[in-house]
């Protein structure tokens, strides 16, 4: 080979080096660039088809077939029309935060649907946790008509001012469990055209949207729902709602229903609660309603009613006459007031309370019941109530002329009971039994002496009984007339009366009935007959000492004592005189002695 040949070759050598140099340079280049822009984007985005454009800033994709872009600066992200993907893929999915805390983006503050758009039949949590998200622009465009699952689709969407789903087309849906839930600065909301005639879920739906003032929900179709458990919880900017029409007939759990509201009233006169087995907190700190009529309410399944009416506040009427708790075994704070403010304006005002008809059978569990409810002062009992636990039923005031202790002013049957039995709060639940049916009011102290008409006509007719056992009435003697103002116990006893002497009757009637009392030790045993009749002459005499001791009453309140001083004496007297009848004991002449 010559020299040009020489040079001609190795100058096409090194060319060829060259441009494989060149080529492989290239592509190195090439899967870099490839590479790095898989690593800027892989941990960010869905699985949808997306590309970044020159400017960073924005970011496109598609869902489904619907295209997508996000504006990282404005935080908008507009949707076109299409088909939507699974809400697993939609845009605004999680991971797509600066932070990667794993939480829905919240830096999005709008959406935007410029298309029609045809939404996956489970759009359950589409929406959620979108922090920032202030409006969604274009809602009509989405065509949910096949959805059938929107439980959680807005819930948590905290920033979330308005929110019109007029055109939204439910007629499909199945459940809305939590859809709307705890959107905190919601002020507009129109689901008024809203299809639920399928819907058979509807717990926490609309629930802890505080700043919400109008919810229009008259025309729901609930007649397939079977759990309203806390659907509207927490509104309590909400004054009026109308449920009148809802149709209840297979709800079986209405527990925190109405809980923490504010509505002014609830006509609850058409709800169908006979499925209903849960009530707990139902109306729990439903702080506007002053009145609650339930006679309707079917309540014969309903086995959990704590809390229901804990914390109502202004609530003053109550009727519960229809209620049905024979299957009920959990009462705890069921009237309760706020248990940790001792403010009074949290107390509950409610004042009177008809459990008559309330079978507690089965109830394990009452503690609390009543607690701070310091305004109760009148009790409608019944035989069926059954009190386990410790209720922490207020203790009677012993100011503004009260003693301190409920007093049975009524009988079960609804009939007057002059001086009646007076408690103290822990004694009337904690022993109750059947046979204390009746009402129970704030015992009052009294200077009038026709409230004591009843109990003055007792102890003279005590006195009376126990003629049979002396040779003169007691009542007529003038044994003791030093300490009765120079005349005999029923004359005392009358001029006290006749006088309006309150505090003298008192302490005539207590007197009386001691010294009556104490006279039957003056009977002495008739030992023949006592042989006769084969008894113990030395048990006798050792009997009669003791039952000779009157009922101390020295730590009762006035009624009290005179009526356990007249129990007691009663059951002595009916026993002696029964033994002087049959000559066991002769009668006394103690009555005809002068002192």
Avoid at 148 to 164: E, R, V
Avoid at 214 to 236: A, H, I, P, Q
Wanted: one cysteine or more.
């Amino acid at each position: 080979m010559d020299m040009e040949g020489l040079v001609l070759k190795n100058c096409r050598l090194k060319i060829h080096r060259i441009l494989t140099i060149i080529v492989v340079s290239v592509s190195m280049m090439l899967v870099t660039v490839i590479f790095s822009s898989v690593l800027v984007h892989a941990d960010t985005i869905s699985d949808s088809s997306v590309q970044t454009k020159s400017n960073d800033n924005i970011v496109t994709g598609t869902w489904g077939t619907a295209p997508w872009t996000w504006n990282k600066l404005t935080n908008e992200i507009t949707v076109g029309g299409g088909i939507a993907g699974p809400v697993a893929d939609r845009p605004w999915k999680s991971g797509w935060g600066n932070d990667h805390t794993g939480h829905d983006q919240i830096y999005i503050k709008k959406i935007i649907f410029n298309g029609k758009l045809q939404l996956p039949a489970n759009c359950s949590y589409l929406f959620p946790k979108l922090y920032d998200l202030t409006s969604i622009d274009g809602i009509d465009n989405l065509d949910t008509s096949k959805v059938t699952n929107m439980s959680g689709m807005f819930s948590d969407d905290l920033s979330l001012k308005s929110l019109n789903l007029s055109n939204f087309n439910t007629s499909n849906v199945i459940d809305m469990n939590s859809m709307i839930y705890n959107c905190k600065s919601l002020t507009y909301l129109n689901i008024s055209n809203f299809d639920t005639s399928k819907v058979t879920d509807m717990r926490l739906m609309l629930g802890y949207n505080s700043k919400l003032s109008d919810l229009d929900v008259s025309n729901f179709d609930t007649s397939k729902v079977t759990d309203m458990s806390g659907m509207f919880d927490n509104d309590e900017n909400i004054k009026e709602l109308d449920v009148s029409n809802f149709n209840t007939s297979k709800v079986t759990n209405m527990s925190r229903m109405f809980a923490i509201t504010y509505f002014n009233s609830l006509n609850l006169s058409n709800f169908d609660t006979s499925k209903v087995t849960d009530m707990n907190h139902m109306f729990y700190s439903a702080s506007g309603l002053k009145s609650l009529d339930l006679r309707n309410f079917d309540t014969s399944k309903v086995t959990d009613m704590s809390y229901m009416f804990n914390s109502t506040m202004n609530l003053t009427d109550l009727n519960l006459s229809s209620f049905d708790t024979s299957k009920v075994t959990d009462m705890s704070y069921m009237f309760a007031s706020y248990p940790s403010s001792p403010d009074p304006k949290f107390t509950n005002k409610l004042e009177k309370l008809n459990l008559s008809n309330f079978d507690m059978s089965n109830v394990t569990n009452s503690s609390a019941m009543f607690s701070k409810d310091s305004n109760l002062n009148t009790l409608i009992l019944g035989k069926k109530n059954k009190f386990v636990e410790n209720t922490n039923l207020p203790s009677v005031p012993t100011t503004d002329g009260y003693q301190g202790k409920w007093q049975n002013t009524k009988g079960p049957a609804g009939n007057n009971i002059n001086n009646g039995n007076t408690y103290t709060s822990d004694d009337l639940l904690t022993d109750y039994t059947s046979d204390r049916a009746g009402t129970y009011t704030w015992s009052k102290k009294s200077n009038d002496v026709s409230d004591l008409k009843d109990l003055y006509n007792k102890v003279k007719l005590s006195i009376s009984y126990s003629g049979s056992m002396f040779n003169s009435q007691p009542g007529d003697s003038m044994k003791y007339k030093d300490e009765f103002n120079g005349r005999s116990m029923f004359g005392a006893l009358d001029y006290a009366y006749n006088s309006n002497n309150y505090d003298e009757l008192i302490k005539v009637m207590h007197d009386s009935i001691k010294k009556t009392h104490e006279s039957i030790c003056s009977l002495q045993v008739n030992e023949a007959k006592a042989k006769e009749l084969g008894l113990n002459i030395d048990q006798l005499k050792a009997d009669l000492v003791k039952d000779s001791v009157p009922y101390d009453y020295s730590q009762d309140n006035d009624i009290d004592g005179i009526n356990k001083q007249l129990d007691s004496f009663a059951s002595v007297r009916a026993k002696y005189n029964k033994l002087v009848q049959e000559g066991v004991f002769d009668k006394s002449d103690y009555w005809t002695m002068n002192k």
